[in-house]
Each structure stands twice: as C-alpha cells, then as structure tokens.
C-alpha cells in the first residue's frame, strides 16, 4: 500500500529529537518541545516514530550509530592499551563536541527518571552495560593474546575504563572544557597497565 510521501526528513527530524532529548532529558522533553524541534506535528511524528518512548529508541539508536562510532574504532585497535587510550580521548572529545550538548545522551537522557519512566533509566543502564562487557571482552582477548599480563582483571579494567568516560561527561555537562577533560584522561591512564 503506498501512502503519502513525507514532507519532512526522517534521519533530520531524528537527530533533532536526539538533540531534545540530550539536553533535556527523557522525562523534560514534551512532545511539544520534540515536535517543535522536529518540525513537525504530532500526528506526522506518531506516524513516523511511534509514541515518544519509539522515538526516543530510535533517537538511542541513532547515538549508538553515529555518536559513539568512535567507541566501535576504539575496540578495534590492536592493544588494550591502544584501546583505552583511543576510548577515553574521543570520549573528551565527543562529550565537548561543538554543536552538540555537552556530556553524554546515556548519562542525561534518563537517570533522574520517576518510577513512570524506570523502563528507559533501564535501558540505557543495560545501552551503558553493553559497552563495559564490550569493552570487558576485548580485554580479555588481550589476556589471551599476551598483550596484557594475566594478572589483570578484564573485568576491573573495563569497569575503570567505562567509570573514567562516564565522569568524563557528567564534567563536561558541568561546563568541563576539551582541554580539562584531556588532562583528567592523561592521569586516568596512568593506572592503566
């Protein structure tokens, strides 16, 4: 069945929701403030994306692919050593991003949610989970490949890690510079084997 072409663009009235939802989190952003930014109106976003909690999936989503793109390059390099260095310094750079809110949708999209919206604090503590055992496996395999020394707990360190990026956007929220972030990395890294 074919309908009526849309009269706006989806991926661009997304990355607005995203942007509302980022700064004001789950539970301050009305439908009038995300279909305001949008562009359009509510039945046209209904349509779209479903109820606010479809569109903020889909606004999830579309952080995962395209805001944290630099935590799959991470995982991706061939030292554990390499990967801490390169997550935690685009993670400064990505939570002071120029034209983005500061900090991080997963740290200000939900954790002051009232128990109405407990289904959304869960899912991006279960979104923040996935990257530390991610993050965890990797460096395990870096175990298993003598890369890091055994006494290593993969666990711990990918804990660190996630501990160390999630104090790093919760600053930047605060108005943390770039720069000041940069440092705080430098230090974190110290302590990692």
């Not at 805001?67 to 390169?86: G, H, M, S």
């Not at 989970?129 to 707990?153: H, Q, S, V, Y």
Request: glycine share 8%; charged share 25%; with cysteine.
């Amino acid at each position: 069945m074919i309908g009526r072409p849309r009269g706006f663009d989806a991926d661009a009235a997304l990355d607005r929701a995203l942007e509302v939802f980022w700064r004001q989190g789950y539970e301050g952003a009305s439908l009038s403030d995300l279909t305001e930014a949008m562009g359009i109106n509510k039945t046209s976003m209904y349509a779209a994306f479903g109820n606010k909690r479809e569109l903020f999936g889909k606004a999830l989503a579309r952080y995962a692919e395209v805001d944290l793109a630099y935590a799959r390059d991470a995982l991706a390099a061939p030292t554990a050593r390499k990967v801490a260095e390169t997550f935690l310094r685009e993670n400064a750079k990505a939570v002071t991003m120029p034209g983005r809110p500061p900090g991080c949708l997963s740290i200000q999209g939900g954790l002051s949610c009232g128990p109405d919206n407990a289904e959304v604090a869960s899912t991006l503590a279960l979104a923040r989970k996935a990257g530390e055992l991610a993050m965890r496996d990797r460096f395990r395999r870096a175990i298993e490949d003598g890369d890091l020394g055994p006494e290593n707990d993969p666990d711990d360190l990918a804990r660190y890690i996630m501990a160390v990026s999630e104090g790093l956007a919760v600053h930047a929220a605060a108005g943390a510079t770039r720069e000041e972030l940069a440092r705080a990395v430098e230090i974190a890294l110290r302590a990692f084997p």
